[in-house]
T-cell receptor, first 113, second 113 residues
Framework: NAGVTQTPKFRVLKTGQSMTLLCAQD?????MYWYRQDPGMGLRLIHY???????AKGEVPDGYNVSRLKKQNFLLGLESAAPSQTSVYFC????????????FGPGTRLLVL | DQQVKQNSPSLSVQEGRISILNCDYT??????FLWYKKYPAEGPTFLIS?????DKNEDGRFTVFLNKSAKHLSLHIVPSQPGDSAVYFC????????????FGTGTRLKVLA
């Protein structure tokens, strides 16, 4: 089992460019999450999904879109990157929500110039 | 406004001694709390959790204490080992059982050999 994987590991973007971050899990989990981690801010939830074909907003959804077309994949899109989106992005998944343990991927470091 | 606070950004402890990591929260509706550990260049991994119906939960060298009246929880690691050196995040389940966690800013623990 690979667990939760994230692609790419590191990316540099120019302001205004777009990109998609891919998260994949092989644990048959229903719930998937996207977080960002910034210095002094902890992890903040961007969007989450409670099942294939569903998505919902988290704490900091502005500037991001997500899709969950397949149960095992959760995509995070930046349509027009801004320097404020420079961060480390973590994907997580859990079998169900609530008090189920969330399993995290290794992270994607994104730098927006 | 930070609802989950870890006021100590870093902590150094001698190997074999006790490490105590603290976490405060402001929302009295939080009723489930977790600790995650994070090594550099890896995603956070679940360590231990506690429900608000308990005041203590123990798992091997790790014990979490919850003081609801003070809105405070702490993680005790005894004895501390060099491999425990990592960033520790506490998290609380958001009100209403919405299955979304609010994370603290993290405490970097260094265990000195």
């Amino acid at each position: 089992n690979a667990g939760v994987t994230q692609t790419p590991k590191f990316r540099v973007l120019k302001t205004g460019q777009s990109m998609t971050l891919l998260c994949a899990q092989d644990m048959n989990h229903e719930y998937m999450y996207w977080y960002r981690q910034d210095p002094g801010m902890g992890l903040r939830l961007i969007h989450y999904s409670v099942g294939e074909g569903t998505t919902a907003k988290g704490e900091v959804p502005d500037g991001y879109n997500v899709s969950r077309l397949k149960k095992q994949n959760f995509l995070l899109g930046l349509e027009s990157a801004a320097p404020s989106q420079t961060s480390v992005y973590f994907c997580a998944s859990s079998y169900w929500g609530g008090r189920e343990t969330q399993y995290f991927g290794p992270g994607t470091r994104l730098l927006v110039l | 406004d930070q609802q989950v606070k870890q006021n100590s950004p870093s902590l150094s402890v001698q190997e074999g001694r006790i490490s105590i990591l603290n976490c405060d929260y402001t929302n009295s509706m939080f009723d489930y709390f977790l600790w995650y550990k994070k090594y550099p260049a890896e995603g956070p991994t679940f360590l231990i959790s506690i429900s608000s119906i308990k005041d203590k939960n123990e798992d091997g060298r790790f014990t979490v204490f919850l003081n609801k009246s003070a809105k405070h929880l702490s993680l005790h690691i005894v004895p501390s080992q060099p491999g425990d050196s990592a960033v520790y995040f506490c998290a609380a389940e958001n009100e209403g059982g919405t299955y979304k966690y609010i994370f603290g800013t993290g405490t970097r623990l260094k265990v000195l050999a």
